[in-house]
């Protein structure tokens, strides 16, 4: 069974300042995605990466996928109040719809 | 367009009643599903519809939890005899078919057992 540890799993930080979380696998990812999730809400999906290397950008956002496909991070620049929620990174399995989701990494961003 | 939507919102039980909660998916999205968050937890798959082919049961963590979808509209989940540990976020997605498409997921619902 694949697990995703993700860490910090708390994270508490004053506006304006950058941030890195992590997310790394048990085993080789088949599909990485990031979500957001504000309180209240469902996750919303950010990102998703497939290719080992790869790095996409979202505004602030910047997320990287390891060369081995086991590990990734997201790294926000210049946090601001809206960016305050839960980060979940999940696989979905090769040829599956489940998703494995990790527990997230709970962002609050201080003004 | 809408999105999931899902009721009750917020849902407060007795410890051995029996729950219902509904899931309207997005319109045209074949494919359904149900994850159960628990406090502190990542999501956990319980149950996947997709077009008029058997469900995937294979995450349900008891017979207490049953789930059934009409065609492709509307989703129940059912929690008979409801423990404390049944106390979670229930969340429904759907996505346009089942071969990793993006999953858009409703607002869940919070579900307390006394």
């Known amino acids: 069974t694949q697990l995703l540890e993700q860490s910090p799993q708390f994270l508490s930080i004053q506006e304006g300042e950058n941030l890195t979380v992590y997310c790394n696998s048990s085993?080789?990812?088949?599909?990485l995605q990031w979500y957001r999730q504000e309180p209240g809400e469902g996750p919303v999906l950010l990102v998703t990466?497939?290719?080992?290397?790869e790095v996409k950008k979202l505004k602030r956002l910047t997320f990287q996928f390891g060369d081995a496909r086991k590990d990734s991070s997201l790294h926000i620049t210049a946090a601001q109040p809206g960016d305050t929620g839960l980060y979940l990174c999940?696989?979905?399995?090769?040829?599956?719809?489940?998703?494995?989701f990790g527990k997230g990494t709970k962002l609050s961003v201080i003004p | 367009g809408a999105g999931v939507s899902q009721s009750p919102s917020n849902k407060v039980t007795e410890k051995g009643k029996d729950v219902e909660l509904r899931c309207d998916p997005i319109?045209?999205?074949?494919?359904l599903y149900w994850y159960r968050q628990r406090l502190g937890q990542g999501l956990e798959f319980l149950i996947y519809?997709?077009?008029?082919?058997?469900?995937?049961k294979s995450g349900l963590p008891s017979d207490r939890f049953s789930a059934e979808r009409t065609g492709e509209s509307v989703s129940t989940l059912t929690i008979q005899r409801t423990q404390q540990e049944d106390s979670a976020v229930y969340l429904c997605?759907?996505?346009?078919?089942?071969?990793?498409?993006?999953?858009?997921f409703g607002p869940g619902t919070r579900l307390l057992v006394l």
């Open positions: 999940a696989d979905s399995g090769a040829g599956s719809y489940q998703l494995t």
């Open positions: 519809f997709q077009g008029n082919s058997a469900p995937d």
């Open positions: 085993s080789v990812f088949s599909s």
């Open positions: 990466v497939v290719t080992g290397g």
């Open positions: 319109s045209g999205h074949t494919a």
């Open positions: 997605a759907s996505s346009l078919d089942g071969s990793k498409e993006t999953q858009y």
